[in-house]
Structure formats: C-alpha cells, structure tokens
C-alpha cells in the first residue's frame, strides 16, 4: 500500500521523501498532534479502521476534515459511511482477489515448478466527504473570471 501511494504521488509530480510515511496509534492524541503539526494537507490510512480512529483523535483535537486534512483509507468496509464525515477509501475487490489467489493455487498445486508471479488488480476510488472540501473564494473566482 506504501508502495503505490509512493507511486502514485510521483505519478501525479507531487514528489515522496521518506518523511512523508508516519507510522503511530491513531488514537494517540499527543502523537496525532505532532504528526499533523508539520504543513500536512491529507493522510492516508493503511486501513479503513485506522482511518476512522483517526477522524475520531483528529475530531477531539478539533481537526477538522475536509476543512484542515484530507483523510482516507483502504478496504471500503461498511461502516466507511457511517464514520463523519463519511470516508473516502479505496474499494478493495475482495471477489476478483479471492479468486485469482485460488486460481494462482490451484495452478502452483498442479505445476509445482511454476514461476513466481506477479497479479495486479484493479482497485476503485471512492471518493466521500473525508476528501471533498468545497471550492475556495479564490476557486470560484477564478471560475467565475474564466467563464467571461
């Protein structure tokens, strides 16, 4: 997961330092507080239960998202939107993975001498509140001078 946010942020030429990975209890107010205290704009959470301890920490430390941080998580579990705000994640296809693991096993039984091998499989971003902030005033006005 590391690796693709990694890729993904150079994908987009937002660059990656090693600084950019923090690696603490959610629910630790004091730690919560130092992470985020250094210009960070969004998280995102190995899981989506990590995720959701965090917007609770991030609540009580009067944190605001979308406002202040940008969250997210990965699985899109249930209760994803039943956390506030509702939470942006990445749809884990938990079907198409259980399948082609038995798939790859099945193969790897019957030929034993098979190579390692390497699946990629598409995930989808389902973007809730935890990552929309409305427009700007400087946004709209910019909007609004481009439409003349």
């Known amino acids: 997961r590391t690796q693709g946010v990694q890729n993904a942020l150079l994908d987009a030429g937002l660059g990656w330092k090693k600084t950019n990975l923090h ?6 107010a004091n730690l919560v507080r130092r992470a985020f205290s250094r210009n960070v704009d969004a998280v995102v959470c190995g899981n989506d239960d990590t ?3 965090l917007l609770e920490s991030l609540r ?3 944190i605001r998202v979308p406002q202040d941080l940008l969250v997210t998580g990965v699985d ?3 209760y994803a939107t039943l956390v506030s705000p509702q939470l942006t994640t990445l749809h884990q296809p938990c079907e198409q993975i259980a399948a082609a693991a038995f798939h790859l096993l099945t193969e790897r039984i019957r030929n034993p001498s098979l190579p390692a091998r390497e699946i990629l499989i598409d995930a989808r971003l389902v973007i809730r509140a935890s990552t929309t902030r409305p427009p700007s005033a400087k946004h709209l006005a910019r909007q609004h001078s481009a439409k003349r």
């Open 76 to 78: 899109d579990v249930r």
């Open 60 to 62: 009580r430390l009067k």
């Open 23 to 28: 690696v603490f209890d959610p629910e630790n």
């Open 51 to 53: 995720a959701a301890r």
